[in-house]
């Protein structure tokens, strides 16, 4: 590591994903010098490595931010967990490293929306360059050349196997790679996980780019401000863990955001830039007046069917006693096993209307169950989870800094099924999942169902129990949108650079000016790719 110095030609807030990749790019230029900021620690907790340590990492206060979303009105006025990675990796260091790129649709809209640059042709190649698939898809949408492993499910389980063939006895074809060509079909999940452990753009990128010593890492560095002189970006302020010591580090050439979409917003708010009024209700004074700053939040919702299960093995039988110690021989010996799979199985994306193009919802599975009212607690008795995504929400929230104190969590507000339409798409998701369970294959292995239960079955039962269950996705985005300055809630422009700013950009997701059809990451590092090329042509 480089010695402690106080000035970089580049600062990067945020060590997750996006940083890591970004700096690890810039990283491969002589001669450049980079500071990267993590609030959290180190990615040492042996649980980050191992996939089934998904359930140890995710509910660890060490490891993570301890948000909550404020309590929505279409859900009850529920408070749910809003969970994000304080840690080198980010996110990606307690997810379920499930990798799906979305739509070819979904980037095509953001050029469309005034985002030149960004439809699928332009980006497909960012895709490619970071991954290593190595099942083999067709080399037109998939790489071979990138670090990062993505990798099949090679687990194999009765279960995953007849929840594919039921999709196919409802007319959703099987799909062998839904981030191929096309993502409508069922099939297998694809994972970041190589030789059975968890990868992530700091494991695979950053930990390689330090050793070149053009990378100062400084862990537990929360930042507390952007320093401006005018309109230009100058540094950071940040504070260690505890807030007691202070320090500020300059960059010479850009300071480049990379928080995520709940803390990149707050920070450029409690730095000036945001909407007036907002910036004026927390004692903060205008540096640059941007209303879209923490607005535009989205989120996917999902909830969850739980059914006990029969005639089968789920995971619930492996994953103790005897069965589990053998599953760990096999995991330490490379070959599949249960502790080096993703948190969620079996896919069908598809279409909650027959007249659609394309998917706009999906239905996950799992071969297995948790104890409701016990995070990470798996059931005494065999079980399977079924769970409905919309995939393309319309409802949208916001973030708001509460004050200056970068201590005090912000108000984060996805506003869950706001939309009429978000309603009638996951009410479509809940029924087919009720149509693999009572008219398919799947039918066989079921003893009953015991999350709705017999007792949901109106639409308004069912659309109640959503309300009363359903669950984050853990996708956010959008919170500084990527649009033309004559978007009113667009925060930066097609190359990222904050509007009415210099030397000031925001690479992670919350530039994405709507969600994409799925998990989020590996559209994050697709835009980390490309925005750090963007910084290297300035």
């Known amino acids: 590591?480089?010695?402690?110095?106080?000035?970089?030609?580049?600062?990067?807030?945020?060590?997750?994903?996006?940083?890591?990749?970004?700096?690890?790019?810039?990283?491969?230029?002589?001669?450049?010098?980079?500071?990267?900021?993590?609030?959290?620690?180190?990615?040492?907790?042996?649980?980050?490595?191992?996939?089934?340590?998904?359930?140890?990492?995710?509910?660890?206060?060490?490891?993570?931010?301890?948000?909550?979303?404020?309590?929505?009105?279409?859900?009850?006025?529920?408070?749910?967990?809003?969970?994000?990675?304080?840690?080198?990796?980010?996110?990606?260091?307690?997810?379920?490293?499930?990798?799906?790129?979305?739509?070819?649709?979904?980037?095509?809209?953001?050029?469309?929306?005034?985002?030149?640059?960004?439809?699928?042709?332009?980006?497909?190649?960012?895709?490619?360059?970071?991954?290593?698939?190595?099942?083999?898809?067709?080399?037109?949408?998939?790489?071979?050349?990138?670090?990062?492993?993505?990798?099949?499910?090679?687990?194999?389980?009765?279960?995953?196997?007849?929840?594919?063939?039921?999709?196919?006895?409802?007319?959703i074809p099987y799909n062998p790679d839904y981030n191929g060509e096309k993502q409508a079909g069922a099939g297998v999940y694809q994972y970041n996980i190589g030789k059975g452990k968890r990868l992530n753009t700091a494991r695979v990128y950053l930990r390689d780019a330090i050793r070149t010593g053009r990378i100062d890492l400084r862990t537990d560095a929360r930042a507390t401000r952007v320093n401006f002189e005018g309109k230009t970006a100058t540094g950071i302020t940040y504070t260690d863990d505890e807030g007691k010591t202070t320090k500020t580090v300059t960059a010479t050439r850009e300071v480049i955001l990379c928080g995520g979409a709940i803390n990149t917003p707050r920070l450029l708010q409690v730095s000036g830039v945001g909407d007036p009024a907002h910036l004026k209700s927390i004692g903060v004074e205008v540096i640059q007046p941007l209303p879209g700053v923490g607005q535009n939040l989205r989120d996917h919702f999902t909830p969850r069917t739980v059914v006990k299960v029969s005639g089968a093995v789920t995971i619930n039988d492996i994953a103790k006693g005897p069965r589990l110690l053998s599953q760990g021989i096999k995991w330490l010996l490379n070959r599949p096993s249960v502790l080096g799979i993703g948190v969620v199985l079996g896919q069908a994306f598809w279409k909650s209307d027959p007249a659609l193009d394309s998917p706009d919802m999906l239905v996950t599975f799992t071969p297995g169950s948790f104890k409701e009212g016990f995070l990470g607690v798996l059931d005494d008795t065999p079980g399977m989870t079924l769970g409905a995504w919309q995939l393309r929400p319309e409802s949208s929230g916001h973030v708001l800094a509460k004050s200056t104190d970068l201590f005090e969590a912000p108000s984060i507000q996805p506003n869950y099924l706001a939309s009429d339409n978000d309603k009638r798409v996951l009410l479509a998701g809940q029924k087919l999942i009720r149509r693999l369970l009572n008219e398919t294959s799947l039918k066989s292995y079921v003893v009953e169902e015991v999350i709705p239960g017999p007792t949901v079955q109106t639409d308004e039962d069912l659309m109640g129990y959503a309300r009363r269950q359903g669950l984050a996705g853990y996708h956010y985005c959008g919170t500084c949108k990527m649009g033309p300055a004559t978007d009113p809630l667009a925060v930066v422009d097609a190359t990222l650079r904050v509007h009415g700013m210099n030397k000031l950009r925001v690479i992670d997701a919350s530039i994405m000016p709507d969600i994409t059809s799925g998990n989020t990451n590996a559209p994050t590092m697709m835009i980390a790719e490309k925005g750090a090329d963007m910084v290297k042509a300035a």
């Open 1 to 171: 590591m480089p010695a402690p110095q106080d000035s970089f030609d580049y600062v990067i807030v945020g060590a997750g994903t996006a940083g890591s990749l970004v700096a690890a790019r810039l990283a491969e230029t002589p001669g450049v010098s980079i500071c990267l900021l993590e609030a959290g620690p180190s990615d040492t907790n042996r649980f980050i490595g191992i996939p089934a340590g998904f359930l140890k990492v995710i509910f660890d206060p060490k490891l993570t931010w301890g948000f909550s979303a404020d309590p929505g009105p279409a859900i009850n006025d529920r408070v749910i967990p809003a969970l994000q990675g304080r840690v080198v990796g980010g996110s990606a260091a307690i997810n379920g490293m499930i990798y799906t790129r979305g739509q070819a649709d979904d980037f095509n809209k953001w050029a469309q929306l005034g985002n030149p640059g960004w439809s699928y042709d332009d980006i497909l190649p960012y895709f490619r360059k970071t991954e290593t698939n190595t099942d083999k898809g067709d080399p037109k949408y998939r790489g071979d050349t990138g670090k990062l492993r993505i990798v099949g499910l090679h687990w194999k389980n009765e279960l995953v196997d007849t929840f594919i063939r039921s999709a196919g006895e409802l007319g």
